[in-house]
């Protein structure tokens, strides 16, 4: 689906899965919603999708980098690991329903390096599904 949307000689398109060590494992397609394509924990080394650590690559130069790994940014996006991503235009969804504090440790981790926009739309609707009648938004 990417390789057909995304034809341009400088994107190139990697068909592996990233994770914090090197290892295989199997995906799990939901037809019709791509965006839930998720890694299967129980097939974890014994899988036919490769997965490698970002910093595996070896870039010596990231230029955009658009990342939704469920939580696992925190471990993927590591500086000391990627120097590259010093200079990256990162776009990513953090899960700070699945590791606490993860946006605010992303922040800090990037703040010297980067400009940093957060969009909380999505979480303001999320608020407001379970918030109280005696609360304004």
């Known amino acids: 689906c990417l390789r057909k949307n995304v034809q341009m000689p400088n994107f190139i398109v990697y068909s592996t899965a ?5 290892t295989t494992a199997n995906m799990n397609v939901t037809l019709g919603n791509m965006g839930h394509t ?7 080394g014994k899988g036919t999708t490769e997965i490698r650590t970002l910093d595996s690559y070896n870039f010596a130069n990231i230029d955009y980098i658009k990342m939704d790994c469920e939580g696992f940014e925190d471990d993927l996006l ?35 390096t980067h400009d940093i926009e957060v969009n909380m739309s999505e979480l303001t609707v999320n608020i407001q599904d379970n918030i109280s009648d005696e609360i304004e938004i």
């Open 18 to 22: 990233l994770g914090n060590e090197t």
């Open 38 to 44: 998720h890694i299967d924990p129980n097939s974890i």
């Open 78 to 112: 590591v500086l000391d690991k990627v120097p590259a991503l010093k200079n990256a235009v990162i776009l990513l969804e953090s899960h700070d329903c699945i590791r606490a504090g993860l946006t605010e440790r992303l922040q800090q981790r990037f703040n010297d």
